[in-house]
């Protein structure tokens, strides 16, 4: 109500009001949904549903009902404005249920309700069937049928209406069997297994040797091989999908909710076995696509396995464009991301993955709570290219090129590790590395943690590389802790730019045990060794830092950065430490932490080295 004594009245909702109602069936199940629509020509001022069984809905363009009794209902549903009213009716027969049946060795007697009268073909059945009712079918091969519902495409049985087709004797004995056209597989002559509209159930058949149109409607008729479903309210479970091929879409299947299903030798352009489709509790294996998505193109996967698929010219061996949650994915190959490329992969295991090109693991990927492992590129980024990694583990990965274990990567809270490079980088090459753990890494050429990498409160431990920079290269590193680190030059950093850092316990075979050029801000460079400069070797500049000998530069301090306890490799500073308050302060400190997250300037002055 309007506040005040006048109601405000809206002139222009008036004139003339045309309705058309319509349902996809007007016989339906008993207890199955039932969906209305509404087309209104006018400016309504709002509409009501009646269903006939004292049941309503309100301004709602599309609705569902369902009935709970027998009858003929008359269902109306009536917009207003304030010119007037006009309704629209349309009269629901609800029926109870009916069980069809299905036999190679039925008589064929419709309405095919035992197993004596049963149907020989499925698509008998469904046609027999009311909207929710159930279809059960013996064992045997069933390879007849060719209903097409758009354009030329045929089906072996068409579920175009919401039935449930349900097998007795399971996938393994039970197949819906389509035609591939003999040396191209798909094409005109092609016949798709399974067509499923919206709300259609499939239990329990292997669905095999189907395929799709090479023309016509690409995401319709060149598309799903083995089942083609409206959306993902069409379900299938305990199936196999094996065999099939698609032009264009989805070898196995296009779009749908499958549950406890295989999808196995499958073949597509995009999606060998499945496309925009919602998998759980399912296998993906050995499944090929042209382009992208050995596995899966544009879907959801809810632990599942994707093993053994390949994307032959491009992207994606295990999924593209995908969200998998809890997934397992695993000897996939590809060009780019062997295992998952531009997709989100949460609480999931990458590896064993093979890229030919960039991205072994995961391409241009957001990962978190995952497990990135023994997985290889031949080019950039053994674990991973690009995209982003949270507070998970990327190890044991190899590259013949840069970033054993990521390259140009966002990686945050991340343990990297036993990651090698046969250039640069073992752990990561590039990229930008937050709250990290990046020990045991091998960059044969340089930098054996990182390489060309941006780093904030990380701990680099225990990597090498077989010529410079056993901890980093070229890398630009704030309040981070360097120790024992190895390489032929410079086992700490090589020609890096760092502030706040702590180097120590780095060993080099020739010059720099702790650091070789590169600039040096606040820092703590001490205790390495090198047969020749054992702390700092030719630096570009020194700014405020702790090492010895004196290397020239501002603000030297020479003594003992007195550890709190160096033989446990506690290198926080002790209250007697010359690196307190010894530090310049600058901006980028108010928002940053120490490398235990507390608050980089605690008294007015920052302190020398990664700890305040």
Known sequence: VDVGCDEFWPAGITGGLTVIMWTPTNIVMMGAPL???????????????????????????????????????????????????????????????????????GSHTFPFTNWLTAATTLQAAVDAAY???????TNGIYELG?????????NRVALNKAVTLRSVGGPAATFIKGY?????????????CVYMTNSARLIGFTLTNGASLSSGDFQREQAGGGVWCESGSATISNCLISGNAAYYYGGGANKGSFYNCTFYSNYADY?????????????????????????????????????????????????????LFYCRVNTNRAQY??????GMLYNCDVSSNRAFQYGGGAYYSTVSNSAIFRNYSVNNGGGAYYGSIYSSSVFSNATAQRGGGAYGTFLDGCTVHTNRATLYGGGSAYGTLTNCLVMNNIGFRSGGGVYGATAYGCIFSNNASTNQGGGATLATCYNCLFVSNSAAWAGGVMTGILFNCTITRNSALNSGGGTYAGDLVDSIIYDNTASSDANVSTPDSVTNCCT?????????????????DVASANFHLASNSPC???????????????????PRIIYRTVDIGAYE
């Open 580 to 598: 307190i308050n010894a530090g310049t302060n600058m901006a980028w400190m108010t928002s940053s932490g120490d490398l235990d997250g507390n």
């Open 548 to 564: 010895i000998p004196d290397p020239g530069g501002t603000g030297i301090i020479t003594n003992d950065p007195q550890f709190v």
């Open 146 to 154: 060719g209903t097409a519902v758009v354009g030329s495409m045929p």
């Open 35 to 105: 969906e209305f629509r509404e087309e209104i020509a006018g400016r309504p001022l709002g509409y009501r549903w009646s269903f006939g069984d004292g049941e309503y809905a309100w301004d709602v363009p599309v609705v569902e009902h369902v009935y709970a009794a027998t009858g003929i209902f008359s269902a109306v549903v009536l917009a207003s404005n304030y010119s007037g009213n006009a309704a629209a009716t349309v009269t629901v027969t609800v029926v109870d249920g009916i069980t069809n049946y299905v036999s190679l060795s």
């Open 337 to 342: 991301g062997g295992g998952a490329s531009q």
């Open 271 to 323: 999606g060998g076995a499945a496309y925009e489709a919602w998998l759980y509790d399912s296998t993906v294996v050995s499944n090929i696509c042209r382009s992208q998505g050995g596995g899966l193109y544009y879907g959801w996967a809810t632990n599942c396995e994707l093993i053994f698929n390949v994307a032959s010219n491009s992207s994606g061996g295990g999924a593209h464009y995908a969200d």
């Open 131 to 137: 909207p929710g009712g159930t279809i059960v079918v």
């Open 180 to 192: 591939q056209v003999p040396g191209t597989r798909y094409g005109a002559g092609a016949v798709r």
